[in-house]
């Protein structure tokens, strides 16, 4: 089936240790999202691809960073992650704007521990 | 004005019983809203959209109810079962879909 694939599911670092956070889609959209869920929240825009296109949200840590080396794959990079930065990461993807509203699909998240 | 609002923040339903969540927003640019159901340690899943043009949009058991005028819209799920217990979350949208603003969630819980 075609999906949203994150990796890994759950990911302990320590504090100020850089980590990534890796999504893959199968479904060959144009759109990939980052966001951040905290407990008990709503996810979070933390920024998006459009193509090759980065889309940074204004309220998004210079911490976050994120690459998309191809159509498939989307890395979050938290350089030097803080104890508020734990929290569920969820990757999502949808078809590109200029055909009318196309839905997101999620993966099923990975969830980061900071130590 | 980027918010939605959304309640009750949480629900308890009884088997059979109808759902009834409600969300409201203040910015008229949104013209795209979708409802999304989240199972713990999974990802959100689209339940069901409705676009400003129509009032109300049914699949299935799932009907959404929306009000231009007020900037209301609410999610209704008929003959609740105890597998429909989730977390549910609003949405609003413009200009394609791209950004999406969440409501705040809720957790509904079908006992039977």
């Known amino acids: 089936d075609a999906m949203v694939i994150q990796n890994p599911r759950y990911q302990v670092t320590q504090f100020g240790k850089p980590v990534t956070l890796s999504c893959s889609q199968t479904l060959n959209h144009n759109v990939m999202y980052w966001y951040q869920q905290k407990s008990s929240q709503a996810p979070k825009l933390l920024f998006h691809y459009y193509d090759k296109d980065f889309n940074n949200e204004a309220d998004t840590p210079d911490n976050f960073q994120s690459r998309r080396p191809n159509t498939s794959f989307c890395f979050l990079d938290i350089r030097s992650p803080g104890l508020g930065d734990a929290a569920m990461y969820l990757c999502?993807?949808?078809?590109?704007?200029?055909?009318?509203?196309?839905?997101?699909?999620f993966g099923d998240g990975t969830r980061l521990s900071i130590l | 004005q980027q918010q939605v609002k959304q309640s009750p923040q949480s629900l308890i339903v009884q088997k059979g019983g109808i759902s009834i969540i409600n969300c409201a927003y203040e910015n008229t640019a949104f013209d795209y809203f979708p409802w999304y159901q989240q199972f713990p340690g999974k990802g959100p899943a689209l339940l069901i959209a409705i676009r400003p043009d129509v009032s109300e949009k049914k699949e299935g058991r799932f009907t959404i109810s929306f009000n231009k005028s007020a900037k209301q819209f609410s999610l209704h799920i008929m003959d609740s079962q105890p597998g429909d217990s989730a977390t549910y979350f609003c949405?609003?949208?413009?200009?394609?879909?791209?950004?999406?603003?969440f409501g705040t969630g809720t957790q509904l819980k079908v006992e039977l």
């Open positions: 999502a993807t949808s078809r590109g704007v200029g055909k009318g509203h196309q839905p997101q699909h």
């Open positions: 949405a609003a949208g413009t200009g394609g879909g791209n950004k999406l603003t």
